[in-house]
């Protein structure tokens, strides 16, 4: 058993409390609790402990101070922040946000901590405890100066530090709605100007200012060509002007919005009725799914021997 976990099993038996018990109080499920108390699981995160103090009505200092957060009144916050490495914990966040506060609420305990540690940026020190990373949004592209030079950029947005990323887009439109990716998200994305066939990529067009665009990166026919999820939107060869800035990596996604689900269905319903009017047709001149293929073909071959 950790030194920690005894901890928290003896304070809980003095308050006369089962496992289920703390877990209804602190809303930290028993199984977690017990693997805790025997030593299955390192120290927790600030932000439980904190659930903790407050259900066996202790101080906040001494929980932290328990898990070896804290080392001592004097130094209130020399141990680790953040124990496990850098995996983004919203509890840590939350809890180097508090400790934050309380450090600036009391200048003199501040100028000691910051000649402890040598350095003035807090923030950026809790920022990495709780496994955050910051990365620029950007907006309009002024050309002459680098995609992610300060003057590009509308905003910012953390991210977990083990993404590997280099910038967001904000999206806007409904172009990729059917890949599930809709206005207001956020993509996140490393800057490449080769993406692999098939990959999701932001491009802009060159011009004295640019947008960047959310579009699938396709080769066909000896070229390449971007191409939108909804079907409402046309193809974007390819050409001189277009620069493929960089690649999906993840997505920060807005709760979907019944506004949303209408839209799909309308978009969903139109093209329907287009494959429907199509299938009509061909039944109507007596041609089969195999038929229709075959016209197909000879309609694209015919196509591409007149281009020559």
Same mark, same amino acid.
């Given at each position: ?14 308050r ?61 916050? /020399?141990g ?109 994305l ?8 098939? /990959?999701?990529?932001?491009? &802009?067009?060159?011009? *004295? ?18 191409? *939108? ?12 002007k ?6 999906? &990596? ?7 919005? &019944?506004?949303?689900?209408?839209a799909?269905? &309308? ?8 494959w ?5 047709? *061909? ?25 020559k």
């Amino acid at each position: 058993m950790s030194d920690f976990g005894a901890y928290l099993k003896r304070l809980r038996e003095s308050r006369d409390l089962k496992l289920n018990e703390l877990a209804r109080l602190s809303g930290v499920s028993s199984a977690h609790i017990s693997r805790i108390e025997c030593g299955l699981r390192p120290a927790p995160s600030p932000g439980i402990l904190l659930k903790f103090a407050s259900a066996l009505n202790v101080s906040q200092e001494e929980m932290l101070r328990a898990a070896g957060y804290l080392e001592s009144e004097k130094d209130p916050i /020399a141990g680790q922040v953040c124990k496990d490495g850098p995996k983004y914990d919203p509890d840590a966040e939350y809890a180097s946000k508090r400790i934050i506060s309380a450090l600036e609420s009391k200048p003199e305990l501040l100028a000691a901590w910051k000649e402890l540690i040598g350095r003035d940026d807090l923030r950026l020190l809790f920022k990495q405890a709780s496994g955050l990373t910051t990365l620029p949004i950007l907006g309009r592209i002024k050309a002459g100066i680098p995609v992610l030079a300060e003057e590009n950029w509308e905003g910012e947005v953390e991210v977990p530090s083990d993404i590997k990323a280099d910038f967001a887009l904000r999206i806007s439109g409904d172009s990729m709605s059917w890949a599930g990716i809709a206005e207001g998200d956020i993509a996140v994305l490393r800057k490449t100007d080769s993406p692999p066939n098939g /990959a999701i990529v932001a491009a &802009v067009i060159e011009e *004295a200012t640019w947008e960047a665009t959310l579009k699938f990166f396709v080769r066909e026919n000896g070229g390449a060509v971007l191409k *939108a999820a909804n079907p409402e939107y046309k193809d974007i060869p390819a050409g001189p002007k277009l620069k493929i800035i960089g690649q999906l &990596v993840t997505l920060l996604k807005n709760p979907p919005t &019944v506004s949303n689900y209408l839209a799909h269905l &309308v978009h969903k319903d139109i093209s329907d009725r287009k494959w429907q009017y199509a299938i009509e047709l *061909a039944t109507q001149a007596g041609l089969d799914g195999e038929s229709v293929a075959n016209l197909i073909n000879m309609v694209v071959k015919s196509a591409k021997q007149i281009s020559k």
